[in-house]
C-alpha cells in the first residue's frame, strides 16, 4: 500500500512539474524543475526500499542482513537535495538578474526583444 501512495505521489510530482515547465514565466520553470528534482528523490527512496530497519551498528543485521535498508540511496538522496538547493538558488538569482535587467521575466517576451536590453 505504500509503494502504491508514493506511486501516485510521484506521478502527481511529475505532473505538476510538468505543468510549472510548460508556463512562460521564468520563476514557474525554475519551480517545475525543482519540483522534478524533488520527484526524483522520491523516486530513488521509493525504489531503495521502504521496508527495513535504520542501518546501524547494533548487532541487529548479523543475523538477518536482509531487514536493513541500504545506506547508500540515503546518501545519494541527501546529496541530491544539497546539490537541488544549490541550483535553485543560483536559478532564482538568475531569475532577479534578468528581472533588473528586462523588466520581464516572461519568456515569449524575452524572446521578442532579441536579448537586447
Known sequence: MTQFVLAVVLGLLFAFGTF??????????VWGVVIYSQAANVYLITMGG????????SGHAVENP???TDP???????????ISFGTTAF??????????????????????TGGES
Do not use: C, F, M, N
Not at 547508500?72 to 544539497?82: D, E, F, G, Y
Not at 534578468?98 to 524572446?111: C, F, N, P, R, V
Open 20 to 29: 510549472l515547465v510548460l508556463r512562460r514565466d521564468i520563476l514557474r520553470v
Open 66 to 68: 536482509d531487514t536493513v
Open 91 to 112: 536559478a532564482l538569482v538568475l531569475t532577479y538578474r534578468i528581472h533588473e535587467e528586462h523588466g520581464t521575466i516572461d519568456l515569449q517576451k524575452l524572446g521578442e
Open 72 to 82: 547508500l540511496v540515503q546518501a545519494l538522496v541527501l546529496t541530491a537535495i544539497v
Open 50 to 57: 521502504l521496508s527495513g530497519v535504520a542501518p546501524i551498528i
